[in-house]
């Protein structure tokens, strides 16, 4: 089933971000670009400054993996081998092909959400689970539950294939920070058990340990671009909302730390190299040449540009 989302144009950046360039951005009318992920940043810091990395906080599906794929073949395969369809003339179960689901995953945060989107828009289908479209809100509510439930396991099983592997200088900007003293916390806005599986699998079960702070979907009301679960990390952590810098991939997990009042750093995938990042305080296309110290003098200079 082909399907489109009305959204806004594609930014202009996405010509910079596929040239794989690394792009510093301060709050204020200057900014500074470079030619290579590979130069440092070169300014001067006041000794006074207010503010110091003090804890990194890393989303899950797109920084430390590039998930969304795998992601949409588990949506796929539930919704088939549920036999979902949103219309009764439909002649093959409901699939989300490759360019609605880069536009549905950049648009709306966690698993839930995003089936409820798509059924008010398009209809709420047929299946196994009940012969005809449920009417009302728990039967609505079930046949959700049932379709997350099953992909989550379909999801972990790709998972654990061993086919899947951590994004470069993930696993080193991780180890450097604690060696730092920094604080180290993971938030996403997935399933937890699916978000467990995949940091025990991708980042070892010692390093999952070692966190300070671990919160996913089910931890909080509201999902990414809703600032919740980096407000509540901050807390968990004790660690003011100033002297926290994310990782992020998209817009929206990008609108959820700037809401919080955190700065963020965007490490893009094919899926998200359009989109407007334009309060993330540096953009890069993975962190294989950033290091702590990179993070470092780019947070102290974002507040002093603020």
Known sequence: MACTIPLSPSSSSSSFLLSH?????????????????????????SASSSSSLQALIFDCDGVILESEHFHRQAY???????????????????????????????????????????????????????????????????IIDTLQDWKTERYKEIIKSGTVEPRPGVLRLMDEAKAAGKKLA??????????????????????FQGLDCFLAGD?????????????????????PEKDCLVVEDSVIGLQA??????????????????QDFKDAIAIYPDLSNIRLKDLELLLQNAVIAN
């Open 257 to 274: 730390a700037t809401k919080a009042g955190m700065s963020c750093v965007i490490t893009y995938t094919s899926s998200t190299a359009d």
């Open 21 to 45: 360039t690394t792009i510093f951005r301060f709050r204020s009318p200057r900014h500074l670009s470079t030619s290579s992920s590979r130069r440092r940043l070169s300014v001067s810091v």
């Open 186 to 207: 993971v938030c996403s806005a997935a399933t937890k058990s699916s978000v467990i599986l995949c940091l025990e699998n991708l980042i070892g079960i010692e390093r």
């Open 76 to 142: 796929n395969e539930a919704f088939a081998h549920f036999n979902v369809r949103c219309s009764s003339s439909a002649s093959q179960p409901l699939n989300w092909d490759l360019h609605f689901y880069d536009q549905l995953q950049n648009q709306i945060g966690g698993g839930k959400p995003k089936m409820r989107w798509y059924f008010k828009e398009h209809g709420w289908p047929s299946s196994t689970i009940f012969e005809k479209p449920p009417e009302d809100d728990e039967g609505r509510a079930k």
């Open 219 to 239: 931890d909080v009301k509201q999902k990414k671009p809703d600032p919740s679960i980096y407000l509540t990390a901050s807390k968990k952590l004790g660690i």
